[in-house]
């Protein structure tokens, strides 16, 4: 007799298991020989060293395609217990991951599948573009795959806590309090990508970390993917600060929308800035999306559009004269005060 700990170290127990333990029901039921107690995400086994050996083997191939799939069904657990080869799924093009509940993630767009394609060139990305775009999405997607195949140890994710027409003193609670709501849209991307117990295991552990831009400053990032979302709202300052950060074995994305700077009106936005100081250096790379980019409700792309077409008319009206008939209005205001004092 023999007894042996399996640890389930790369893929959420909770797939492992099964709704109410049903995929442990099943191998105590193809396993009769062997005594199998689960706990946590540890499985102990004992009995005969053959059986056990052969328990071994097929508990960390399924253990692989929870953490590939994220997701484990009856038929395929047997499938592995019996030595046959599970059905392969069709996996669709530019798939990225499966994330939760095995929902395949996918380039959907070309700026996206062009996003894809630089990643795995360039060490250092800008993607740019309006809301909806994917540019956040994608990119946290390519991170939560590169430390699923252990080509980074750790996934570093910021943003600039920079108010949106609210100021943060109004915001209840401590410090942390008042700013994870600008981070929110971070947890809510790896909630679709990682199960809660593993992500929840990532977070306090430090695998995967998510910080005000200003936290950052002093760090060196080594063996990380390094996101900084909302970009535009950055000053050169900061911006330069957070490049500097990147260590040996790192990738860096910066994402951003021109069209919806925060910072006060005299302040140049240090996205704007970055791109135009490193134009051209080598290992570092553009990707620019467009309202055709959008995958949001449908809404959204018509409500973009709208927004840039009024931007352009403002900017005609302006460039054909408006400055020359406020002049006027102001010429007009002066004469009539002339007169009155006449």
């Known amino acids: 007799m023999v007894e042996k700990i399996f640890l389930i170290e790369n893929a959420d127990p909770v797939i492992f298991y099964g709704l109410n333990n049903s995929n442990i029901v099943t191998m105590k039921n193809l396993f009769p020989k062997i005594k199998i107690v689960a706990r946590g995400n540890a499985v102990k086994c ?34 592995y217990i019996k030595g046959r080869e599970p059905e392969k799924k069709t996996e669709a093009s530019d798939l990225i991951i499966y994330g939760v509940s095995g929902k395949p993630i ?28 994917g540019k956040t999405y994608m990119a946290i997607a390519l991170a ?30 401590d410090m942390k ?15 679709d990508m990682i199960p809660s117990a593993k992500l929840k295991d990532f977070m306090e552990n430090g695998t995967i970390q998510i910080a005000p831009l200003a936290f950052m400053r002093g760090r060196t990032l080594n063996d990380a993917f390094i996101i900084l979302d909302e970009a535009q709202n950055t000053t050169s300052q900061q911006i ?25 009106a005299h302040q140049k936005s240090g996205l704007v800035d970055a791109m135009q100081i490193l134009h051209g250096v080598e290992g ?3 990707v620019e999306f467009d309202v055709k980019d959008i995958v949001r409700h449908q809404l959204v792309q018509r409500i973009v559009e709208a927004y840039e077409q009024a931007d352009e008319k403002r900017k005609s009206l302006h460039l054909d004269g408006t400055s020359s008939e406020e002049n006027k209005e102001e010429v007009v ?6 007169c009155k004092t006449k």
């Not at 957070?242 to 006060?264: A, C």
């Not at 205001?333 to 002339?338: D, L, P």
């Open 284 to 286: 570092i790379a553009k």
């Open 240 to 264: 330069k600060m957070f490049l500097t950060r990147m260590g040996m074995n790192s990738k860096v994305i910066v994402t951003g929308d021109m069209s919806q700077i925060d910072l006060p």
């Open 46 to 79: 004992s009995g005969e060293e053959s059986e056990v050996a052969s328990f071994e083997k097929i508990f960390y191939q399924v253990e692989q395609h929870c953490a590939k799939f994220n997701a484990l069904d009856e038929a395929t657990l047997v499938d």
């Open 106 to 133: 996918v380039a959907r767009t070309p700026n996206q599948k062009k996003l894809v394609r630089l990643f795995e060139k360039q060490d250092m990305l800008f993607a740019v573009g309006p809301a909806g775009s």
């Open 144 to 173: 939560v795959r590169a430390l699923k195949n252990r080509e980074v140890r750790k996934i570093i994710l910021s943003r600039p806590a920079v108010e949106a027409g609210e100021k943060l003193g109004f915001l209840p609670g």
């Open 177 to 191: 309090e008042k700013i994870d709501p600008y981070l929110q849209p971070l947890y809510d991307a790896l909630q």
């Open 333 to 338: 205001v002066k004469g009539e005060r002339k």
